[in-house]
């Protein structure tokens, strides 16, 4: 069955770096594109990223156009979240999940990034 | 933008009775492909969302019949035909025709 296994998460300083990892297995990774949504605590979902099977396009939620980068290896079965220049705003629950059916339809367990001094 | 707006954002309900969740979005939602790429999700406490309803009123694998989806154009709807136990969680609806935007989310709660 589809397993979607995050990892990376943890407590960074604003401006600092972090990237996420989503290890995926269960299903034939290189023809399905890979989300990216967050949910902050005690918050809503919000979409983030979305990279195509095949890598080569990749799209991103305004706030975090420029600092976020979504990347996709085929050959580990591995999706990233590069996160550039953190802020407060964005400490959340990171979720990967797997396209189907035009959305993102099989999810991950979330990893948590917390953004503070 | 478009701007998804659900109601209501509580929701106790009975155990048995129905429940309805709206969905209203700020432009329609019809793709240039004539689908409708309008979603519902559930998220019980503690857990990851799961999909429930994709493109206004196909259920995924698994949801039992008890959830239906209807609607189209700009206004949707989320129906619980008989409220269980295990429904208690958030619903979000989550538009995917023009980019991706989820709901403020409805908690549904047990009376």
């Known amino acids: 069955q589809v397993q979607l296994v995050e990892s990376g998460g943890g407590v960074v300083q604003p401006g600092r770096s972090l990237r996420l990892f989503c290890a995926a297995s269960?299903?034939?990774?290189?023809?399905?594109?890979m989300h990216w949504v967050r949910q902050a605590p005690g918050k809503g979902l919000e979409w983030v990223a979305l990279i195509s099977y095949d890598g080569r396009n990749e799209y991103y939620t305004d706030s975090v156009k420029g600092r976020f980068t979504i990347s996709r290896d085929n050959s580990k079965n591995t999706v990233y979240l590069q996160m550039n220049s953190l802020r407060v705003e964005d400490t959340a629950v990171y979720y990967c999940?797997?396209?189907?059916?035009?959305?993102?339809?099989?999810w991950g367990q979330g990893t948590l990034v917390t953004v503070s001094s | 933008d478009v701007v998804i707006t659900q109601s209501p954002l509580s929701l106790p309900v009975t155990i048995g009775q129905p429940a309805s969740i709206s969905c209203r979005s700020s432009?329609?939602?019809?793709?240039?492909?004539?689908?409708?790429?309008l979603n519902w999700f559930q998220q019980r406490p503690g857990q990851s969302p799961r999909r429930l309803i994709y493109?206004?009123?196909n259920r995924d694998s698994g949801v039992p019949d008890r959830f239906s989806g209807s609607g189209s154009g700009t206004d949707f709807t989320l129906k619980i035909s008989r409220v269980e136990a295990e429904d208690v969680g958030v619903y979000y609806c989550?538009?995917?025709?023009?980019?991706?935007?989820f709901g403020q989310g409805t908690k549904l709660e047990i009376k």
């Open positions: 999940a797997r396209d189907f059916n035009w959305a993102p339809g099989y």
């Open positions: 493109k206004v009123s």
């Open positions: 989550m538009q995917g025709t023009l980019w991706y935007a």
């Open positions: 269960g299903f034939t990774f290189n023809t399905y594109d």
């Open positions: 432009q329609s939602l019809v793709y240039s492909d004539g689908n409708t790429y």
